[in-house]
């Protein structure tokens, strides 16, 4: 027999005595069923759910106007406002702990906030910073406003790489709890190259895990309007790594505003919030109902009914709520049939016919969630178009 045989048969059961760097470093990746791993830990709550988690990412998108950096204002307002019961319902309709309309800071003490901002003009940023966080805060002319809770740093005039170089000095150096990078397109000199994108996102997830803070991304929506279709592969790469997605919008002329949660990794929030803008510039919350009308002029509902759907792609619970949810794998499945990829007009088409769906808004949703659960992938083809291919089962 031969030697080596013979050597490998004798030792045959034996731990391997070479534990290389590379196996060490593979084990500080491993999870067992006794791994201690730290609770999730969010920073708000909307409409009573909790979202902005530490060390994850969160995308806020919309058009161009949509009232984004509106958003992102009332985010870093409820962030650093102290309880107060002299400011206004409209703005404080909760008076709890930091509260700014339907948001809630879940902690007590303020937060450390920093904004990087990359759009607008220093003049622009310090308006905002002073006359409209501020006001939402309840910081008068006479108050001396908080800056030991805010980190305002305007990056237009930086370069590509500076703006990536020193947002991990800023982190590192100020530790916020919350960093809110608008936009984050201007971080890649081209938001279609794919690599630098991914490279983009293993730094900010580096960056927020190791520092322990929440990073929001600002990106626009692509020309479509299509609420998944973020802007370039740099928004297909938001859309997978972040832990939720809000989707900014204008109703009517711009009068009033909505905020919507796209997807989620944890908390499902179907709760949208309206608000308008006060004479005073601030952010006012308001009702509203967003029914269309058919043909005819008649209201239709812009949510539709279980039984109207095809029920051989839900899946039905067994619960004291009667819960329910889509079978898209094999949804999608069906509706992808033999072709290799599909662009976003087939999907629509084909998915809608199959699912029964009639409104196109409820379509949007049941596609942010695929994309979101890892059964469709959103790509493009050699024309810079969004197609759409089947993942593999995980």
């Not at 859309?239 to 109703?251: D, G, H, L, R, T």
């Not at 016919?353 to 469709?376: F, M, N, P, T, W």
Request: hydrophobic share 35%.
């Amino acid at each position: 027999m031969n030697h080596q045989v013979v050597e490998e048969l004798a030792h045959a059961g034996e731990a391997s005595p070479l534990i290389t760097h590379e196996v060490e470093q593979l084990d500080t990746f491993r999870l067992t069923s006794t791994t201690e791993i730290a609770e999730e830990v969010f920073l708000f709550r909307l409409f009573g759910k909790p979202c902005f988690p530490r060390r994850e990412l969160t995308t806020i998108t919309g058009a161009a106007k949509s009232g984004k950096t509106f958003f992102t204002s009332m985010a870093m307002a409820c962030g650093a406002i102290e309880k107060s019961p002299a400011l206004s319902d409209d703005v404080h309709p909760q008076k709890g702990t930091g509260s700014v309309l339907a948001m809630e800071r879940i902690r007590e003490e303020p937060l450390k906030v920093m904004w990087y901002d990359t759009e607008q003009s220093r003049n622009t940023t310090k308006e905002i910073l002073v006359n409209r966080v501020g006001r939402m805060i309840g910081n008068a002319d006479k108050t001396p406003f908080p800056d030991e809770l805010f980190y305002v740093f305007n990056m237009r005039a930086a370069t590509v790489k500076e703006r990536r170089d020193m947002l991990g000095v800023a982190i590192a150096t100020y530790r916020p709890d919350i960093v809110v990078l608008d936009g984050i397109a201007d971080l890649l000199t081209d938001i279609n190259d794919g690599p630098k994108a991914q490279e983009l996102m293993e730094q900010l997830l580096h960056l927020a895990d190791e520092y322990d803070c929440n990073i929001t991304t600002v990106i626009h929506l692509n020309r479509s309007g299509e609420k998944s279709n973020l802007r370039g592969w740099l928004g297909s790469a938001l859309m997978q790594k972040s832990f939720e997605v809000f989707n900014c919008a204008p109703i009517g002329q711009g009068e009033l505003f909505s905020v919507e949660m796209n997807t989620s990794r944890k908390y499902r929030n179907d709760q949208k919030l309206y608000y308008r803008i006060g004479d005073d510039g601030i952010p006012v919350m308001v009702q509203h109902s967003e029914q269309g009308r058919d043909a005819q002029g008649r209201f239709t509902s812009t949510v539709d009914k279980t039984e109207a759907l095809n029920q051989e792609y839900i899946i039905h619970h067994d619960d004291a709520e009667r819960s329910w949810e889509w079978d898209l794998r094999r949804l999608f499945g069906d509706a992808m049939g033999n072709v290799p990829s599909m662009s976003s007009e087939q999907m629509m088409e084909a998915v809608m016919k199959l699912s029964h769906i009639r409104q196109k808004q409820y379509y949007y949703r049941v596609l942010d969630e695929a994309v979101a659960k890892g059964v469709i992938t959103k790509t493009f083809d050699r024309y810079k178009r969004v197609t759409f291919i089947l993942s593999p089962p995980r």
